[in-house]
């Protein structure tokens, strides 16, 4: 399968809460870059749809940004069930969560 992300994802293990219209799903965000991230749910929202995406970094700062889900997967024999997730805007950390991703990176 060929790649089609612009951005390098960095993978992650943060806990993390996505609000939805009449939903608040508590989970993982599992890998992440500056455009989006994926986070692990067994009950994803659909695609298009607009959330809030919340979590706390490894340094005690919370990072707030406005989603969309962009594609859904259902858990497979290797892949785990979630939501690939695009960044619409940054309420707040936008610097933090560029600083985990490069912390992140640099680690590799």
Do not use: Y
């Amino acid at each position: 399968m060929q790649e089609r992300r612009k951005e390098t994802r960095i993978p992650l293990d943060e806990r993390c809460w996505c609000e939805g219209d009449d939903i608040t799903l508590f989970s993982r965000v599992v890998n992440g870059s500056l455009g989006g991230a994926f986070i692990r749910t067994a009950t994803p929202l659909r695609p298009g749809d607009q959330a809030r995406l919340v979590w706390d970094s490894p340094h005690g700062e919370i990072v707030v940004a406005r989603v969309e889900v962009i594609w859904t997967r259902e858990r497979g024999r290797v892949e785990q069930s979630g939501m690939g997730l695009r960044f619409v805007s940054f309420e707040r950390g936008v610097e933090v969560w560029e600083s985990l991703l490069a912390e992140a990176d640099k680690s590799r």
